[in-house]
């Protein structure tokens, strides 16, 4: 991918994701909200019923068989954006979007692994007492980066 580092991007994806239907409901909402591209990282995307707009036919689509594949292909200047309700994330009301970033969940019933949570640049979680399902966790995010575009760095 060949991307102009003047140009502010984001890709969003799922690592090891375990429920297609989440994959098609993300996409939709990736597509709705100006997504570049979106991932995969393990589990490959099959197309859904709830990807109504067949998104993954009009966003890019990349597919990473492991997490240092992903490493390996990301644009470089890339800032990841791991999404994880862990004790070191920063609430997602005051997190400050990266102009350049891949936003990263993880799979529905383990998070994001380790190895992932260590290479992200920054952790993020919103102000909930339980974890949210993967597709609106990431709609969530999409949208607070959609309002919030002057907070972008």
């Known amino acids: 991918m060949n991307l102009n580092f003047e140009t502010e991007y984001f890709g969003i ?3 090891n994701g375990k429920t297609p239907e989440n994959l098609g409901v993300l996409w939709r909402s990736a597509q709705n909200f100006g997504a570049s591209f979106i991932f995969t990282i393990g589990n490959r995307y099959a ?5 109504t707009h067949n998104a993954v036919k009009s966003i890019p689509y990349y597919h990473y068989d492991t997490f240092d594949d992903f490493l ?5 200047g890339t800032r990841i954006v ?3 309700l862990a004790d070191e994330a920063v609430e997602l009301e005051t ?4 102009k ?6 993880g799979a529905e019933d383990h ?3 380790k190895q992932a949570m260590e290479k992200s640049h920054f952790l ?4 909930t007492p339980k974890s949210l399902n993967v597709s609106v966790a990431g709609s969530i995010v999409m949208y607070d980066r959609q309002r919030g575009k002057e907070r972008c760095r």
């Open 124 to 127: 993020v979680k919103f102000d």
């Open 47 to 51: 197309k859904q019923a709830c990807d």
């Open 82 to 84: 791991g999404v994880e």
């Open 72 to 76: 390996k292909n990301i644009p470089v």
């Open 111 to 113: 998070g994001l692994s």
């Open 95 to 98: 997190f400050h979007h990266p």
């Open 13 to 15: 994806g799922i690592q």
């Open 100 to 105: 350049r970033c891949v936003y990263l969940l």
